[in-house]
């Protein structure tokens, strides 16, 4: 069972709960691991995944390049590595010298896209996108944003 709340206004809340019966999935609940960790630091025990999805996450790490350039060890051959991501490049979040695109290189604009065939083409291909999908974040019951995420699909060739 999950215990939240939802913001409603201000201070209000809705507190909520989820189960998995409730979703239709306690049949399910053995083919899913959660693991909570930093992306760029990751321990060795995550490998040989035919899968990996970083949604929303790499315009939020301080070194996205560390996990990037390393991703490939912790994916199996044909396995595929699928990227989403607004490609909201902060400060905050990330070091203007970190960001792997959304700048001026040699006084052209260098995307993000760019520096991703950049760092994973030595592993990857890419094999479909860019493909902007939106999505939406409830930050209160009145007030939601309204975002696309550029989504790629990359498959371990190497």
């Not at 409730?22 to 693991?35: A, I, M, Q, R, T």
């Not at 939106?134 to 009145?142: A, D, G, K, N």
Request: charged share 25%; with cysteine; aromatic share 10%.
């Amino acid at each position: 069972m999950l215990r939240y709340t939802l913001t409603d206004e201000g201070d209000l809340v809705f507190y909520k709960e989820r189960t998995l019966s409730g979703l239709g999935l306690e049949s399910v609940k053995n083919k899913v691991d959660f693991y909570q960790g930093d992306a760029c630091n990751l321990k060795p025990l995550y490998t040989e995944y035919d899968l990996i999805l970083a949604a929303n996450l790499i315009d939020r790490l301080y070194e996205p390049a560390k996990l990037l350039s390393t991703i490939h060890t912790r994916i199996n051959m044909g396995g595929l590595l699928m990227i989403a991501s607004p490609y909201t490049w902060l400060t905050e979040h990330t070091k203007k010298e970190h960001w792997i695109g959304g700048y001026k290189r040699d006084g052209e604009n260098f995307t993000t896209l760019d520096g991703l065939k950049e760092i994973l083409g030595g592993h990857f291909k890419l094999i479909q996108g860019p493909q902007s999908v939106p999505f939406v974040i409830r930050e209160t019951s009145h007030k939601h944003q309204h975002t696309l995420s550029e989504v790629t699909v990359w498959e371990r060739v190497l």
